[in-house]
């Protein structure tokens, strides 16, 4: 009689003890888990940088600066106020980036990009105020044409030229045509965010895919009316100037 009330004491003992231990895991984990959401969670959300917020851009209205050479004057539209002086570094990108001159070899005329220098060109930004870092540059350029003559031509090497008078397949430059040019650009904070800076690669299919375009603000905000510029093509100066609001939303494009 002993033994047997005995043992279902010791075994109602024992599960006592196993449903106290699970009791404590499961709270233990509970807490685990509470602690570790509440560290996620608790973390400061990321806030953006002054220059990458148009505060004065309504989301879905859009906003754009320009900036032109003073001989600008582009199928009757022009934008006034802006300034544009283009560097050493434009001819490398009319010719990699734009694919525009300098194709070949030997190149003379509108072929060559000296003439695409003396002509105009102008650089558009827009941005969108439900997009506040995504920014579309447009860039865009015209020979100098003369009212006297005009002419244009461009060889390859000579040794390749003979090769495709023998019959001999000589390839060709296969970068295409990228005027105006559109880059789908990103905004970034500078110079402690007292400024910004829009940065892309050239079009995938020139030889500039893999090189940056990076227009510099070190003083300006987009909300004000105008900033000094200056425009890198792969590490180089290609231009700088003014860049002034426009006068419509789309910059007249």
Request: a positive charge.
């Amino acid at each position: 009689m002993y033994q047997s009330e005995t043992l279902p004491k010791k075994e109602f003992a024992m599960k006592k003890a196993w449903v106290y231990t699970l009791s404590v895991f499961a709270v233990v984990a509970a807490m685990s888990l509470t602690a570790c959401n509440q560290n996620k969670s608790s973390g400061p959300a990321p806030v953006l940088a002054p220059a990458l917020v148009p505060y004065s851009v309504p989301p879905g209205t859009k906003i754009g600066f320009y900036a032109q050479t003073t001989n600008f004057n582009p199928y009757g539209y022009s934008n006034v106020g802006g300034s544009l002086s283009v560097q050493s570094g434009w001819t490398n990108m009319l010719k990699e980036a734009m694919g525009v001159c300098n194709r070949e070899y030997s190149t003379g005329g509108y072929a060559n990009c000296s003439s695409w220098m003396n002509g105009w060109h102008d650089i558009v930004f827009m941005m969108d105020g439900s997009a506040a870092s995504s920014v579309q540059m447009i860039i865009r350029s015209m020979p100098y044409i003369s009212n006297y003559y005009n002419y244009y031509y461009q060889f390859p090497k000579f040794e390749d030229l003979a090769l495709s008078l023998l019959g001999f397949p000589v390839g060709s430059n296969p970068q295409g045509f990228f005027n105006p040019m559109i880059l789908n650009s990103t905004i970034w904070p500078v110079n402690n965010s007292q400024g910004f800076e829009i940065r892309s690669y050239g079009p995938s299919m020139s030889q500039a895919y893999n090189k940056h375009i990076q227009l510099q603000v070190a003083q300006g905000k987009v909300e004000d009316g105008q900033f000094n510029f200056q425009l890198y093509y792969n590490g180089a100066l290609a231009a700088s100037g003014t860049m002034v609001r426009c006068q419509t939303q789309n910059c007249g494009l």
